[in-house]
């Protein structure tokens, strides 16, 4: 499964018509989407006592790499589920993590996010700083480049600024009145 969210996930495996009256014992269910750890622990448990297993595998990357299959997944769940689905996870990913038990998965993707969409954020009020202040963006990417704490994703943000994006963050407010 790759749904919207946590509430789509429950609804589809236990709702009133959920999978998990149809699914037989030994079907190891894997759910990529983004979801909530504490709701995914609750339904392995579930799905458990029924003898069925459940992966969360949440995925990064964006579409290019989905249609290159070069995916990167992090698996929570039982480790022998893992195994037995390690081929198919291999079949459209680069890189698979095994992160730990149910719930592991969701947890580092959502540290994942928190952390992509905080530098980000940063570096978005940085480079909107410096075009306030006159600073030729191409420039300062250039020489970003050549240094360690270059992000590739640079050239996409200052595009997105030179077309009239604004960043509404605190930073960049803040940095106008120094």
Same mark, same amino acid.
Request: hydrophobic content about 40%; aromatic content about 8%.
């Given at each position: 499964?790759? $749904?919207?969210? /946590? ?7 236990? #709702?009133? @018509? &959920?999978?998990?009256?149809? =699914? ?63 081929? $198919?996870?291999? /079949? ?7 992160? #730990?038990? @149910? &719930?592991?998965?969701?947890? =580092? ?70």
């Amino acid at each position: 499964m790759c $749904l919207p969210h /946590s509430g789509v996930v429950e609804e589809t495996l236990i #709702g009133e @018509a &959920g999978m998990i009256n149809d =699914l037989a014992p030994h079907t190891i269910v894997i759910d990529c989407s983004t979801s909530d750890p504490a709701s995914t622990c609750n339904l392995s448990r579930l799905l458990k006592d029924r003898k069925i297993s459940l992966l969360d595998a949440p995925m990064n990357r964006g579409p290019k790499d989905a249609r290159e299959g070069k995916l990167n997944i992090m698996v929570g769940g039982d480790p022998e589920a893992y195994e037995a689905v390690y081929p $198919l996870f291999a /079949s459209f990913s680069e890189n698979i993590y095994y992160v #730990g038990q @149910a &719930g592991a998965g969701h947890r =580092l993707k959502l540290l994942n996010n928190y952390i992509s969409m905080a530098f980000t954020s940063i570096v978005i009020s940085s480079l909107s700083y410096a075009q306030m202040n006159g600073l030729d963006l191409a420039i300062l990417d250039k020489v970003m480049s050549k240094g360690s704490n270059y992000i590739p994703a640079m050239p996409l943000m200052i595009s997105w600024l030179e077309k009239g994006g604004t960043s509404f963050n605190f930073l960049s407010r803040t940095l106008v009145k120094m």
